[in-house]
Each structure stands twice: as structure tokens, then as C-alpha cells.
């Protein structure tokens, strides 16, 4: 796996994180779900492999806790950004060729 | 370098006293349970988030926080509680036989003392956890319903066959347990040492033990205890007469040791007498841990005022440090101010009124407790942290005057006690090369300029200034008179400051 991806999933972590704090301050998650959440994380971060399945373990994560969703759309909209950058550099290289 | 006050290492103390330090720090603690209810589920959420962004500050990387997080401590359910009391009183029920049996095991006996200790302890630190901090109430609904749910936890019957106890029954009943917990805290070697400490005063030695019981941490470490015990006597391989077919150790089941047959049982008494005991101390040394993780928690909460946070802005910082020395530096007679200041910090009701001894002395015995563990332990660090932290902000008061702040300390006030921060700051600068570099930056930083040169420089900035756009005889005298044509004022109204 490549240290790019890891570092991502360490910034995802860091970010699931950061949402059950906030969440357990607010009063929108409590310690049992916070435990609970964690220990589903760990269980299964470990073999995400690619962009896919992050993006799976995430809509997972925010199925079973709400709290989490934040991170699920920032990760959505990063991917979707990520493949619209793809396909608008496919278009100017078959541009740059027509040209 | 930024040197932080609490960056100073702590002089090492010997074994006894350090016990009796981490002890009684934990007032502090019980204070802080006390702003959230702690039974609560909020309470206990915001305990946590607390304790997981706690862990950040002490560079845990993102995964070993998550792992934190995963092992939250959960109290368990009513169910699971009694389900653990139940098999160490059958243990301790087995131990009981032959502690009384013919020739008496004394061996049983000290052990069966030393587990019921240890029960007693733990339902004792549960009913603290699920009782408010101001005790039972069985006069309001609201306080009915935590007796009912207290009872339901430790297993007090709430009725007689079906005959409803009162409640004032219940309530006496959790009030026993509770106190026979306190009891045996009281009588084992801490607490001993804290009497000691607090020179027989029992009350004030049982403020610090009631601290000690509400402290999560504390009960932990009593659940593991005992937990251990169980966990270890369960499949423990003992000596047992060998069969017919061979000499295969006989298997002690330790989920249904009351029910064993007693010849077994007894054979292999000598082995689970080892692993109660092996695993008894092991307690104490987990509790040792847990009570050196308190280590700083009394000089850290008074520290609180005088750093910036989220919630504490530079100027709130240094009103607080300002109103913290003038209140040292006043009452310095029996170092009576720095008491007050750690009370202002505990957030003692009505502390700031305190002006003289005996009105320290009339202040309840627990809120004095609570004032006087922390002062104990670290009181002359406190003071050391609390001159450090202000000529760290002194170092930029000159920056502070020209923008016009106030910055709480005249020149008089400073001169006056000139004598006093002089001994103060040789006490922080002994034997800490970090504090004597940080205090020669900051006079190297803050020297100040004499009185008549600062006023000729601002009257000749002043004077300048008006110049520039119109050099009146009105508008010279009203800067003389630190008017406020062009901000002179702003600067002249702080000239009788530092």
C-alpha cells in the first residue's frame, strides 16, 4: 500500500476522532457508543486497502453512528472532486491531441 | 525556548511523603466531578472527551487514542456487578470454613480479611460514584429514585418479602455500605499515613479519603482487583491427590469454588491463597499507579488560571496572575494568600472575602481540606509556578503599555513589594537552570526605563505628534495634561504603570 494512502488514513482517523469528541461534548454520542465506535474502526482500518473501501468502512461507521456522517460527506465530496479532476485532464489530453 | 512553568521538575520526595502527596491531590478532582453530575451520561461523556483530548496533549499519535477510546471504562451493569460480588463471596464464604475450622487456617483467615476488604471497597466506591457530591436525598422525588437506583446496584433489597422497605431503611442501609468502605480506607496503611500527615486530624484525613473514593480512577483499579482475583482463580491448577489412573492435577473451577467438594477444595487452598495474595498486591501496586497518575493534578488546576487556553485570553490571564499575586503578596503572613489563591482556583464560595486567619480558619473543615491537600503537596510549587508565569508576562509590558492596556501593577505597588518578589524569585530561580535563564531573558526584556526619562519621552513623543498638525498653547497644555489629542491619553493614563 502506498504511504499516500496510509497518510489519508490516518487523516480520516484523525478526523473520526476529532467528531467523537466533539460529539461526546455535545451530548450527541455517549461514552458506551464512542467505545463501541472505536473499537469498530479499529477492527476494520486495518485492511482498507483503497479509496473504496474507506469510503465503505465510512458509510458504515456513520450508519450505525450519526455523529459520523461529517466526515462520510468530506470524504464523498474529496473523491468526487478527485474524479472530476481526472476526467477534466482526460478531456484537455484528448483536446491536446484533436488540437 | 518558551519555558512553561509546569516544564520545572518536581523535587523527588521520599516513598512515604509521595504517597501522601498523590493522596491528597485528589480533592481536586472530586471538585471538578462535582461540576457534572458524574453518574450522569453527559457527565461521563464529557469526562471522556476531556480525557481523550487530554491524551492528545501528551503526543499519543491518532491510533493510540482511538485505542484509548475503545477501552473507555464502561461502568458495568447491575447484573454483571452482582454476578462479581456473588463469586467472590463464595470464595470468600470457602475461605471462611477453614479459617474457622479445626486447627484454625490462619493463612484463610488473613485472606478472606484482605478479599472482603477489597468487595466492600469496591461496592463502597460505586455508591460514591452514583451519589451526589451533597449525599442522599430521600426527601424529593428526584432523590428517591437515585436511593431505588443506588439499592437495584449493590443489591440492597428494596423490599422485605413483598412488603416495601421505607426508604429512610434503604438509604441507611447504602449510607453502611458506604461508610464501612470508608471504614476499612481508614484503617489501611494510607490511611494511616494521611492521619499521620494531617497531624490526627481525622476529619480533614477522611475529606482526603472521601476524594479518594470518588476517584474514577481509584475504583478502576479496585474493579481490576478484584476482577484479577476472579479471572485468576478460574481453571487454577492445584496440588490434588492423584487419581487411580495417574497423578493429573485436579482442575479448581473458580466460577463454582463455593460449590467444590471441600476436600478438593482445601488441597488446593494453598495455591489459591497464593494467587489471592499474588494478585492482592498486584492491586496495591496497580493503586500506587493510578495514585501517581494524580501526581500534578492539584499544582495543574491552580496552573489553569495563569496559561491561555481556548476559553482564557492573554488579558484574562493576566488579571487573573494579577490579582493572584496582589492577593499573595497582601495575605503573605502564613503564606494565607497563597491559600486563598488556591482556593480562588477550587472555586471556593466566597473565598475572595477572606482577609485574615480566622477567617480562614472559620471556612468549613472540608472546603479546608480540599484547600490545605493542595497546599501541602505543592504549595511552595504553586507559588514558584505563579512567579514564573508573571515574569513571563512582564517580559512584554512595555509592548502593553504603548498600546494602552492596563496592566494591573503601578509602579508604586510594584516598588513596595519589591523586597518580597526579590526572595520569591531566588526561591523559583534555586537549583532550576530553566527559571534562572527565563527570568535573566526576561529582565534582559523588561528592564524598564527610569520614571522621569518614560514621562520626558512621552511628553516630547506627545509634543512631536501635536506638532505635526497644529501647535497650539491648548492643545500642548492638554497633552501635557495627558488629554487625548492623537491617543496621548491613552498613553499618559498608563504612565503609572509598568
Avoid at chain 2, 169 to 176: E, L, T
Avoid at chain 2, 187 to 204: F, H, K, M, T, W
Wanted: hydrophobic share 40%.
Amino acid at each position: 500500500m502506498n504511504t499516500s494512502f496510509e497518510e489519508k488514513k490516518d487523516a480520516v482517523q484523525e478526523k473520526i476522532l476529532g467528531c467523537m469528541i466533539k460529539a461526546l461534548r455535545d451530548g450527541t454520542l455517549k461514552v458506551e457508543e464512542s467505545r463501541a465506535s472505536a473499537q469498530f474502526v479499529l477492527s476494520k482500518i486495518d485492511s482498507v486497502g483503497t479509496s473504496q473501501e474507506l469510503l465503505a468502512l465510512l458509510q458504515e461507521l456513520s450508519t450505525r453512528w450519526k455523529v459520523y456522517e461529517s466526515v462520510l460527506l468530506e470524504e464523498k465530496g474529496k473523491q468526487i472532486q478527485s474524479e472530476d479532476t481526472d476526467q477534466i485532464k482526460q478531456v484537455q489530453q484528448k483536446l491536446q491531441k484533436f488540437l | 525556548m518558551a519555558v512553561n512553568a509546569t516544564d520545572i521538575p518536581i523535587p523527588q520526595v521520599k516513598i512515604g511523603d509521595l504517597a501522601v502527596a498523590r493522596v491528597a491531590e485528589t480533592p481536586i478532582r472530586a471538585k471538578i466531578d462535582a461540576v457534572i453530575v458524574p453518574t450522569s451520561d453527559r457527565g461521563r461523556a464529557v469526562a471522556e472527551a476531556d480525557r481523550l483530548q487530554m491524551l492528545g496533549k501528551q503526543k499519543l499519535t491518532t491510533r493510540q487514542r482511538l485505542e484509548q477510546a475503545a477501552r473507555a471504562p464502561v461502568p458495568e451493569s447491575a447484573q454483571e456487578f452482582q454476578g462479581k460480588v456473588a463469586r467472590v463471596d463464595a470464595i470468600s464464604t470457602t475461605l471462611e470454613k477453614y479459617a474457622k475450622g479445626t486447627p484454625p487456617d490462619t493463612t484463610a483467615a488473613e485472606t478472606k480479611t484482605r478479599l472482603d476488604g477489597s468487595v466492600t471497597l469496591m461496592k463502597s466506591a460505586e455508591i460514591y460514584r452514583m451519589m451526589p457530591p451533597g449525599g442522599l436525598d430521600d426527601t424529593t422525588p428526584a432523590g428517591l429514585a437515585e436511593i431505588k437506583k443506588i439499592a437495584d446496584y449493590v443489591g440492597i433489597p428494596i423490599a422485605t418479602g413483598t412488603t416495601a422497605r421505607s426508604d429512610a431503611d434503604i438509604k441507611n442501609d447504602i449510607m453502611a455500605l458506604a461508610d464501612g468502605g470508608m471504614a476499612s480506607l481508614r484503617a489501611s496503611g494510607i490511611g494511616q499515613l494521611l492521619l499521620n500527615e494531617y497531624d490526627g486530624d481525622q476529619v480533614v484525613a477522611d475529606a482526603v479519603l472521601e476524594s479518594l473514593m470518588r476517584d474514577s480512577a481509584f475504583r478502576e483499579s479496585l474493579h481490576e482487583q478484584v476482577t484479577d482475583i476472579l479471572s485468576n482463580s478460574a481453571n487454577l491448577e492445584v496440588r490434588g491427590p492423584q487419581n487411580a489412573s495417574g497423578a493429573n492435577p485436579l482442575i479448581l473451577d473458580g466460577t463454582k469454588v463455593g460449590l467444590l467438594n471441600d476436600k478438593v477444595y482445601h488441597i488446593g487452598n494453598t495455591s489459591l491463597y497464593k494467587v489471592l495474595d499474588t494478585n492482592l498486591k498486584a492491586a496495591d501496586a496497580g493503586m500506587a499507579r493510578e495514585l501517581a497518575k494524580t501526581e500534578n493534578a492539584g499544582r495543574e488546576i491552580v496552573n489553569k488560571r495563569w496559561r491561555e487556553t481556548d476559553t482564557l485570553d492573554t488579558d484574562a490571564v493576566r488579571e487573573n496572575l494579577s490579582a493572584d499575586v496582589r492577593t499573595a503578596t497582601d495575605l503573605r503572613q502564613g503564606d494565607l494568600g497563597l491559600r486563598v489563591v488556591i482556593g480562588r482556583s477550587l472555586g471556593v464560595n466566597g473565598i475572595d472575602t477572606i482577609a485574615t486567619q480566622d477567617q480562614y480558619d472559620a471556612l468549613d473543615d472540608k472546603t479546608r481540606a480540599q484547600i490545605e491537600g493542595v497546599y501541602r503537596t505543592h504549595g511552595a510549587q504553586i507559588k514558584a509556578d505563579l512567579w514564573v508565569n508573571l515574569s513571563k508576562n512582564i517580559g512584554f509590558r512595555d509592548r502593553y503599555r504603548i498600546m494602552g492596556r492596563n496592566l494591573h501593577f503601578s509602579d508604586k505597588e510594584w516598588e513596595q513589594n519589591a523586597e518580597y518578589f526579590s526572595t520569591v524569585s531566588e526561591q523559583i530561580v534555586q537549583g532550576n537552570p530553566q527559571a534562572r535563564a527565563l527570568l535573566k531573558k526576561v529582565e534582559q526584556r523588561g528592564q524598564m526605563m527610569p520614571k522621569k526619562k518614560r514621562l520626558m519621552l512621552i511628553a516630547l513623543m506627545t509634543i512631536l505628534a501635536i506638532g505635526g498638525i497644529a501647535m497650539t498653547p491648548v492643545s500642548l497644555g492638554a497633552a501635557a495634561l495627558g488629554g487625548t489629542v492623537l491617543g496621548g491619553g491613552a498613553i499618559a493614563s498608563e504612565a503609572g504603570y509598568i
